[in-house]
């Protein structure tokens, strides 16, 4: 599938990576297909990437794996949320958070109030809110990855 995007300019995304979102997103759900866009030559995985529209060029959400900022990142979710995407194993599960940039960088944050859940064998998803009352909508993260970063990691 070829699509012209705002950040990108054109690109040719197979056919069998469009991530499909029955539901849409929150706010948005007239946008069912996307695209994860991140660079696979880069050393470091655990970057940012971007869930690009394939409905709407000129959307594009940056995201990263919520495991970078807690590697016990557990969201508690009602199962009936998420039948339509298929049923999820530890090895086809595939979970990505909002990344917030505003001017001042330092400023940074994620949601880790609701997550898109993908599933990987059948590459439909769902964005869901998450149950877990610790887990905040704007969880600052610039100077964890600043740290990260510079401990090499």
């Known amino acids: 599938m070829k699509a012209d995007t705002r950040l990108f300019g054109s690109i040719d995304i197979e056919d069998k990576k469009i991530i499909n979102l029955p539901n849409g997103i929150i706010g948005f759900p007239n946008l069912k297909k996307f695209a994860l866009i991140y660079d696979k030559d880069s050393e470091d995985k655990n970057t940012i990437m971007w869930l690009q529209s394939m ?3 000129k959307f594009a959400l940056p ?3 919520p ?3 807690f590697q016990d990142y557990n969201p508690v979710v009602n199962d009936e949320l ?3 995407i298929g049923n999820l194993t530890e090895e086809n599960l ?3 958070v909002t990344v917030r940039v505003p001017t001042d960088i330092t400023d940074m ?3 880790l109030k609701a997550p898109f859940i993908i599933n990987t064998d059948t590459m439909k998803a769902a964005q869901i809110i998450v149950e877990n009352e610790d887990y ?3 969880f600052p993260i610039y ?3 600043k740290d990260k970063k510079e401990a090499g990691n």
């Open 82 to 84: 998420l039948l339509s």
């Open 63 to 65: 995201v990263i794996q």
């Open 136 to 138: 905040q909508i704007r």
């Open 94 to 96: 595939y979970v990505l």
């Open 109 to 111: 944050s994620v949601n």
């Open 67 to 69: 495991s970078v900022i």
């Open 143 to 145: 100077h964890l990855l």
């Open 55 to 57: 409905d709407e060029p």
